[in-house]
């Protein structure tokens, strides 16, 4: 059996038989380490050997002046990364949606420029990321990361072209409309182990754990194969 794949989680366990995309946050490394470049890389480097690299809605309101120039030599300079977020928008906080949706489009530029997918955390503004997404576009895989919804909900987004990822607490009549091949798992920042997400899933969908696990896996690999250097 394949490796399990945890696409999207802010803890990073090293065990052997998983791959965890591990989150971070730009806007709080350049906090943390002051805007030294070489800091930040550093830190990056060292979480992880997948890195997802983004700014998060709720620190849309905060960050630097030149955010765009530092986090794309970032990705630049550290190998490890392997998709932009989490980004994306969200109504429940009370930053300006205006500059939620600058950030957000900010990393969306960033991320066609270096062929890394989008995993995207989107909270009561669909609306607005399926408007978005029909302005700009885009043709990197874009992953909604611990997507709840409902079925109606889960099929819009795939019909804009769009990839689900399910957590500990998914939505089991969603399941059935989503296709393997558009399907992602996540533990997120939840104590609950990957087995068990994907445990809960393949009983949802009524197949076998080893081809669910081959399958996102494969997915992966593609993904890791097709990721678009930059130029040196």
């Given at each position: 059996?394949?490796?399990?794949?945890?696409?999207?989680?802010?803890?990073?366990?090293?065990?052997?038989?998983?791959?965890?995309?591990?989150c971070?946050?730009?806007?709080?490394?350049?906090?943390?380490?002051?805007?030294?470049?070489?800091?930040?890389?550093?830190?990056v480097?060292?979480?992880?050997?997948?890195?997802?690299?983004?700014?998060?809605?709720?620190?849309?309101?905060?960050?630097?002046p030149?955010?765009?120039?530092?986090?794309?030599?970032?990705v630049?300079?550290?190998?490890?990364?392997?998709?932009?977020?989490?980004?994306?928008?969200?109504k429940?906080h009370?930053i300006?949606?205006?500059?939620?949706?600058?950030v957000?489009?900010?990393?969306?530029?960033?991320?066609?420029?270096?062929?890394?997918?989008?995993?995207?955390?989107?909270?009561?503004?669909?609306?607005?990321?399926?408007?978005?997404?029909?302005?700009?576009?885009p043709k990197?895989?874009?992953?909604?990361?611990?997507?709840?919804?409902?079925?109606?909900?889960?099929?819009?987004?795939?019909r804009?072209?769009?990839?689900l990822?399910?957590?500990?607490?998914?939505?089991?009549?969603?399941?059935?409309?989503?296709p393997?091949?558009r399907?992602?798992?996540?533990?997120?920042?939840s104590d609950?182990?990957?087995?068990?997400v994907?445990?809960a899933?393949?009983?949802a969908?009524?197949i076998?754990?080893?081809?669910?696990a081959?399958?996102?896996?494969?997915?992966f690999?593609?993904?890791?194969?097709?990721s678009?250097?930059?130029?040196?």
């Open positions: 059996m394949s490796p399990f794949v945890d696409i999207h989680t802010h803890q990073h366990h090293g065990t052997a038989d998983i791959k965890e995309v591990v971070l946050d730009f806007s709080q490394l350049h906090t943390t380490y002051s805007g030294d470049f070489n800091a930040i890389c550093k830190a480097i060292e979480s992880g050997p997948y890195i997802a690299l983004g700014i998060h809605p709720w620190n849309a309101g905060s960050v630097p030149d955010f765009t120039e530092v986090m794309r030599s970032v630049q300079r550290c190998p490890n990364i392997m998709s932009i977020g989490e980004a994306g928008l969200d429940t009370s300006d949606m205006g500059k939620e949706e600058a957000f489009v900010s990393q969306i530029e960033l991320s066609e420029e270096s062929g890394l997918p989008m995993v995207i955390h989107c909270v009561k503004a669909f609306n607005e990321l399926l408007r978005i997404r029909k302005q700009l576009s990197q895989r874009w992953i909604i990361h611990g997507f709840r919804g409902k079925a109606q909900q889960a099929e819009q987004l795939l804009a072209g769009m990839d990822s399910l957590g500990e607490r998914f939505n089991p009549e969603t399941i059935h409309v989503v393997l091949e399907l992602w798992l996540e533990t997120d920042m609950t182990p990957l087995m068990s994907y445990s899933v393949s009983k969908m009524g076998h754990l080893e081809l669910l081959d399958e996102i896996h494969q997915r690999s593609d993904l890791l194969s097709k678009i250097a930059y130029p040196s």
